[in-house]
């Protein structure tokens, strides 16, 4: 009997809008690197978000703002590369559309045409309607991010729960809708009170995808290296731990160390031989060498 899933079509924009209607949950994870785009392809996820976070998970740096649109387009390039049927999208990173609408419809093709994203997302509310409009004008899907935006994190204070008050949940609820309006397809929403972002859910007809916005979203996202347990810098609160590879990780790699330190790695297993006579030969020729060597 075949361990392999059966084979899923593609999944596309049509699909997302038919799983909000049939209210089954859209799964979305982060993905930077080819491997891992195909483990999450064979695992079903339905999204992929090559996500900025890559800025922090993998390149090391404190924060998100130093990505840049090589940084993305190298990485979007290889999880295209390892994942052809879940619907890919790459993040817009800071600076690629902040300054001009021209320069941000350049970059969101970039990321499609060169990246083989299926989609777009950029942060933002009302400040970035005409942006929205320019790219998705383009052709090109674009899925927002209010609540929580840690491109502006300086902005706020910090990395703090969003729409905490009957004002600021009024604010995102009508940025939902002035995204949707502006044609967005999907919206994440990032720490958010659990109630507000089932009320933005209920009012939107596009899918919400939430991350630390409860269980009533219409679909959820992680950064896969939180979820995974592979990140020991510091873990968000609203991340749940599926693995703890990080410390998986630790006790393969001390079992390698020690024993290469001990002979025992790598065995015949792992190692190639060579036929007795060509041995034989090589010894041969050495020895000639030696002669030839001693009597010059
Ligand atoms: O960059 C990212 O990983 C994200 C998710 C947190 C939604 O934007």
């Known amino acids: 009997m075949s361990t ?14 038919q799983k909000k209607r049939s209210g089954e949950p859209i799964t979305m ?14 695992a ?13 998970v993998v390149l090391g740096h404190e924060n998100t703002l130093s990505v840049t649109m090589d940084d993305m387009l190298r990485h979007c390039k290889a999880v295209a590369r390892g994942a052809k049927t879940p619907f890919l999208v790459g993040d817009m990173p800071f600076m690629s559309y902040q300054v001009d609408d021209k320069e941000a419809v350049r970059n969101a093709g970039r990321l499609l045409a060169e990246g083989g994203m299926d989609a777009v997302k950029l942060e933002g509310g009302m400040e970035y309607l005409t942006t929205v409009r320019a790219i998705v004008r383009a052709g090109i899907p674009v899925m927002g991010h209010i609540g929580l935006m840690p491109q502006s994190a300086n902005q706020v204070g910090g990395f703090k729960v969003q729409g905490r008050t009957a004002l600021a949940a009024k604010k995102l609820l009508d940025e939902a809708l002035a995204l949707q309006s502006a044609g967005c397809f999907a919206i994440v929403l990032e720490a958010v009170p659990s109630r507000v972002a089932e009320l933005i859910a209920d009012r939107l007809t596009i899918p919400t995808i939430g991350i630390g916005a409860g269980a009533d979203t219409d679909g959820q996202v992680l950064v896969l290296h ?16 599926y693995a703890h590879l990080h410390q998986e990780l630790q006790s393969a790699l001390q079992n390698y160390i020690q024993e290469v330190r001990t002979h025992q790695f790598p065995s015949g297993d792992h190692s190639f031989t060579m036929k007795e006579e060509e041995w034989q030969a090589l010894l041969d020729l050495l020895d000639s060498e030696l002669q030839m060597g001693n009597e010059m």
């Open 4 to 17: 392999q899933p059966a084979p899923r079509n593609k999944v596309t924009v049509l699909t997302l809008q």
């Open 29 to 42: 994870l982060t993905c930077y690197d080819y491997s891992s785009a195909v483990m999450l392809e064979q």
């Open 44 to 56: 079903g996820l339905d999204m992929l978000l090559v996500g900025d976070s890559l800025g922090m």
């Open 226 to 241: 939180d979820m995974l347990g592979m990140f020991d810098r510091f873990t968000p609160r609203f991340v749940k731990q």
